[in-house]
Nanobody, 124 residues
Framework: HVQLVESGGGSVQAGGSLNLSCVMTGVTHSRYCLGWFRQAPGKEREGVAGMNIGGSTIYARSVEGRFTISTDNAKGTLYLQMNTLKPEDTAMYYC???????????????????WGQGTQVTVS
C-alpha cells in the first residue's frame, strides 16, 4: 500500500527558500518514478520536477535552475529544494508516485496514480 505525506510548505518572501519533504511508504520497487506537482487556484495541476529511483531528473522550464528534486532512499523521503522563490510559485504542492513512466512523461499528472494530500506554498 503506497502512502505519501508532504510537509515543509509555508509563507516566504520573494527570493527566499523552502524545502518540501514527502515521506513515502510502500514505494519499494526500483521501477517507481516520483514527481512534484503544483496547482494554483483556478489553474490546472502542472508538473514541477520528476525523477526515477535511479536519479534521472526532469524539470519544468519555469523552475529549472531554482528547484532541485532528490531522494533519501534510506529515509524513504522525497525532497524538493526551492530557491529564489517568486510570487508565481505560489500554489499547493503535491508529491506523486507511479511505476514505469518514460522520462518525457514524468511531468504529466495523468501518468501518476499515487498522490499526497498537498502542502501550501505562498510567496509574497
Amino acid at each position: 500500500h503506497v502512502q505519501l505525506v508532504e510537509s515543509g510548505g509555508g509563507s516566504v518572501q520573494a527570493g527566499g527558500s523552502l524545502n518540501l519533504s514527502c515521506v513515502m511508504t510502500g514505494v519499494t520497487h526500483s521501477r517507481y518514478c516520483l514527481g512534484w506537482f503544483r496547482q494554483a487556484p483556478g489553474k490546472e495541476r502542472e508538473g514541477v520536477a520528476g525523477m526515477n529511483i535511479g536519479g534521472s531528473t526532469i524539470y519544468a522550464r519555469s523552475v529549472e535552475g531554482r528547484f532541485t528534486i532528490s531522494t533519501d532512499n534510506a529515509k524513504g523521503t522525497l525532497y524538493l529544494q526551492m530557491n529564489t522563490l517568486k510570487p508565481e510559485d505560489t500554489a499547493m504542492y503535491y508529491c506523486a508516485a507511479a511505476r514505469d513512466i518514460l522520462r518525457s512523461s514524468r511531468l504529466s499528472p495523468a501518468r501518476y496514480n499515487y498522490w499526497g494530500q498537498g502542502t501550501q506554498v505562498t510567496v509574497s
